[in-house]
């Protein structure tokens, strides 16, 4: 079993940068995709960030992100501390949302269906 606990989420100005982690344990992290998910009030459930788990020979991940994040979020893993961090920076006010980290065995996908493991979540506002 896989348990995900996230953390670093509150309050924040319009223009800020924040920082989450999520912290796995159960099976071996290093096998494991993740992704980062939010979810406003009265929408669904979207990605904003995924890494693979496959890094290669030279410990690059293949990363994705949305159109409305490109360029300001940022998706990193630690490998040896079975970690997955979350860096935002120019928040805006539509960033606002619970987040949710996400984990699965294998490749990398943006479908929230095929993360069969999940946090809690921790809520990030952006107020202006």
């Known amino acids: 079993q896989v348990e995900l606990e996230e953390s670093g989420g509150g309050l924040v100005q319009v223009g800020d940068s924040r920082g989450l982690s999520c912290l796995y344990t159960?099976?071996?992290?290093?096998?494991?995709?993740l992704a980062w998910f939010r979810q406003a009030p009265g929408k669904e459930r979207e990605i904003v960030a995924a890494?693979?788990?496959?890094?290669?020979?030279?410990?690059?991940?293949?990363?994705y992100y949305p159109d409305s994040v490109k360029g300001r979020f940022t998706i990193s893993r630690d490998n040896a501390k079975n970690t997955v961090h979350l860096q935002m920076n120019r928040l805006r006010p539509e960033d606002t949302a619970r987040y949710f980290c996400?984990?699965?065995?294998?490749?990398?996908?943006?479908?929230?269906?095929?993360?069969?493991?999940w946090g809690q979540g921790t809520q990030v506002t952006v107020s202006s």
């Open positions: 996400a984990a699965r065995d294998g490749q990398v996908s943006r479908s929230r269906s095929d993360y069969p493991f």
């Open positions: 159960g099976r071996a992290f290093k096998d494991a995709s």
């Open positions: 890494i693979d788990w496959n890094g290669g020979p030279w410990n690059t991940f293949a990363t």
